[in-house]
């Protein structure tokens, strides 16, 4: 009986070594993976182009009457619907000013600096039909695969997704201007087979950003980018233009 004991005692020592040893080399893997694949050298920062802003459409000088949680009508329909357009409700316009209309007035006053009171008064509705009026934009899960293996139907898709900062190049060209131009490699889910190239100008304000934070990065599919490494091979990674890193 002593004997079996310590032969499943060894076993489970054996077992135990070869587990931290896999995953010691796993980490060995990594970082030798991290390192090789390292960009040489950014892409440049994409020169402005002087655009005309468009004049916004004025808002007709007219008066709305307030509208509140409870109410029914046109007026209310014309609500929903214009809320609905911007993104803030989900749905159909029914006419009537229940909850749900009420949390998406509340959204939309809090998005345009107004007091979120979810009561639809004459200042909440001039700036909703304004043709200025801010837009909800939607994020979808980034799917990594189509990301890169189908680029060109994935491009111009709202995106979101974390990860573990590889690596940041910074080209300050423009920081006067438009802030600093930023490039990442990011690993989403801190995976090195999943990495994806994020580029942004930041705000000269903005903290600095490291190897080794951990970020949610929100913004738009824009194709695949392909650089040489410091490994030799020409790596290709989906590329994301960033509205935000958080």
Partial sequence: MKRRIAALVALVLIFCCAGRAEGVM???????????????????APTPTPEAAPEPTPTPDVSYEP?????????????????????YLNGGADGSYGGKTAAAVK????????????????????????????????????????????????????????GSVLQVLEDDTYLDSLGVYTALRVAARGGFDDVV???????????????????????????????????????TLPRIEADGIE
């Fill in 26 to 44: 796993n980490e060995l893997r990594n970082m030798r993976k991290s390192a090789g694949d390292r960009i040489l050298e950014m892409e440049p």
């Fill in 67 to 87: 509208l509140s949680q409870g109410m029914k009508g046109d007026a209310v329909k014309d609500l929903q619907q214009k809320l609905i357009a911007l993104g």
């Fill in 107 to 162: 959204a939309f006053q809090q998005a345009s600096g107004l007091e979120p009171t979810g009561e639809a008064d004459d200042a909440t509705q001039k700036a909703l039909f304004w043709s200025e009026a801010p837009v909800v934009r939607h994020y979808e899960k980034l799917d990594y695969g189509r990301a890169l293996n189908d680029a060109d139907a994935y491009r111009d898709t709202p995106v979101s997704f974390s």
């Fill in 197 to 235: 190239y994020v580029a942004l100008f930041r705000d000269k304000g903005a903290p600095p950003l490291a190897v080794g934070d951990k970020v949610t990065v929100r913004g738009t599919a824009r194709g695949t980018y392909v650089y040489a490494s410091e490994a030799g091979e020409d790596i």
